[in-house]
């Protein structure tokens, strides 16, 4: 296990991030409502640059209680990574895909050390 | 490091967008084919497209009708670059599914290199990054061309762009080929297209956009296949999307509508072809059939099969079961599905795909595949893998080996 530099905590914005490439690993670290999470840069469908997507809420579909379809909506709560390969989706903090729990991101951990932020790859 | 704390380098693209560079999109398939040690292998992908919409002012001018010519002109001045005299809705673009999939949305980078077409410096790109030695190039939005209103439109649009393609696009690169439109809906001008383009550089073979709603069996379409057999030229129908059939019309979201009418389209010319003793009348005439994957093949052949024995009255011209032509035809890889690996073995074994599956990417379209999507796959041998990323189309379309491979 190596602790990888990743950068300057006060740098990360709400939803920004750092994908960095470590000994030919890619590694995205985001930042999501004051929390760090990290991700091989390598998507399960067919290892697309899932860390290198578009970041965007989830999609609901809204049921009145008679179970009529009223639309959908964004989410308030959860944040998607988008793979820009061929848009598969996942919990930016679970690293899960919304509707195949099999389809999940290669994750590592992230620790904050005197204001600088890193990886254990 | 003594303190236990690694540097690193941060990627030069953070985030895809339509500005990206097309090699730093597929930057990852290139590395993967270096690691998996498949880069130097023949690598052949038989079905691309390029947006022959952004160049339509160019495009336009190939038309040789001079009515047809001044509407397309004048829908030109008028809006500054509507897709004129074409009957694609840009209202109903989904592809990109919202923005998300950034190369699907538009291809936006920049090319520096005046000396060629946009799209030869883009197709450029997308073979270098998939390490690819030839590329067969499609068009995008004509191949909805096939349910156009107007014959007479269909045609002149046709020949105007597969003039322009074969003067502005292929003589730049001899490494992309292409599979000409045939405009079914005036089958006389399909002759003059065959006669007049089949000799040009990069030309392969012709292609049906399958998107149409007249029977491919239909007699006046015979003399066509009889030409393109006569002189050794594959026949592909490519699918396509169309959300005005009264199938389609019922599914009010993208991926329902595409998710069958990719397929549906090719359904129903494949069973025409086949129980119309087409295989039979044809025996020499290639037929690939283009970009609706891989899983419907299995449910045609045993589908057909079955009641072709209950029915062999109904199609007096087969001389062995359906599934023995389908097996006989040649098909893209593109998308596949392999959602249950057991599933795609199986449709592999049933088509004989080690020698007549034909890698495909369909970049830089949504649902693209990578050459490592067939490498990857686990129950193929080297050579299987080999015959489907390059062997199979240099046969096919008797294309020169690449040196060095
Ligand atoms: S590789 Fe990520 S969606 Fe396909």
Redesign the pocket.
């Known amino acids: 296990m190596v602790k990888v530099f990743v950068g300057v905590e006060s740098d990360f914005e709400d939803r920004g991030r750092r994908v960095i490439e470590y000994n030919d690993t890619e590694i995205g670290v985001f930042f999501v409502d004051e929390e760090f999470f990290a991700y091989e840069n390598k ?1 399960v ?4 640059p ?1 860390c290198q997507g578009r970041i965007l809420n989830r999609v609901v579909e809204v049921l009145a209680d008679d179970r009529t379809s009223q639309g959908l909506t964004w989410d308030e709560e959860d944040v998607h990574i988008v ?1 820009p ?4 989706e996942f919990n930016i903090k679970t690293g899960v895909h919304p509707g195949n729990k099999n389809a999940r991101l290669r994750r590592f951990d992230v620790s904050v050390e005197g204001g600088e932020v890193y990886v254990d790859v | 490091m003594d303190s236990g704390i690694e540097k690193t380098k941060e990627l030069p693209v953070q985030e895809i967008t339509i500005d990206t560079d097309t090699r730093d999109i597929l930057a990852r398939e290139t590395k993967y084919q270096k690691e998996k040690g498949f880069a130097d292998w023949p690598i052949v992908d038989i079905d691309a497209h390029h947006s022959e919409m952004t160049s339509w002012r160019q495009v336009i001018e190939y038309i040789e009708d001079p009515i047809l010519l001044h509407y397309a002109r004048e829908f030109q001045s008028r809006t500054g670059g509507a897709p004129g005299l074409s009957n694609h809705t840009p209202g109903l673009r989904y592809q990109d599914a919202g923005g998300r999939i950034p190369h699907q949305q538009q291809i936006a980078e920049p090319v520096d290199d005046k000396s060629v077409h946009r799209d030869v410096t883009l197709v450029r790109r997308s073979m270098q990054a998939l390490g690819l030695d030839y590329q067969v190039l499609f068009p995008g939005n004509l191949l909805q061309l096939g349910t156009h209103p107007q014959p007479r439109v269909e045609a002149h649009l046709a020949l105007a762009y597969n003039r322009w393609v074969c003067d502005t696009i292929l003589p730049e690169d001899n490494r992309i080929k292409t599979l000409l439109y045939l405009p079914l809906g005036e089958p006389e001008v399909c002759h003059r297209i065959i006669d007049e383009f089949s000799e040009r550089q990069g030309v392969v073979g012709f292609m049906i956009t399958s998107v149409r709603f007249k029977p491919v069996h239909h007699n006046s379409y015979i003399p066509i296949y009889r030409k393109l057999e006569e002189r050794n030229l594959p026949l592909a129908f490519h699918a396509g999307l169309t959300w005005t059939d009264e199938w389609t019309k019922q599914t009010d979201l993208f991926i329902s509508m595409h998710a069958i009418s990719f397929v549906l389209c090719n359904i129903v010319h494949m069973t025409n072809w086949i129980i119309h003793g087409l295989p039979e009348r044809f025996p020499n005439l290639k037929t690939i059939w283009i970009e609706s994957g891989l899983a419907w093949l299995p449910f045609m052949m045993q589908r057909l099969d079955s009641e072709y024995q209950m029915r062999p009255s109904e199609a007096p011209l087969l001389k062995k079961l359906p599934s023995d032509y389908i097996r006989e035809m040649h098909f893209s890889s593109q998308p596949i599905e392999t959602s249950n690996m057991k599933l795609t073995e199986a449709t592999f074994d049933g088509i004989n795909a080690s020698s007549q599956l034909m890698y495909s990417s369909d970049w830089p379209h949504w649902d693209f595949n990578a050459p490592s999507t067939i490498y990857d796959l686990p129950f193929l041998d080297e050579q299987a893998k080999r015959n489907i990323l390059g062997e199979n189309a240099l046969r096919v379309f008797n294309l020169d080996r690449p040196a060095g491979k």
Not at chain 1, 45 to 48: A, K, L
Not at chain 1, 85 to 88: P, R, S
């Open positions: 998507c469908h067919q290892g697309g899932i793979c390969w061929h848009g598969y």
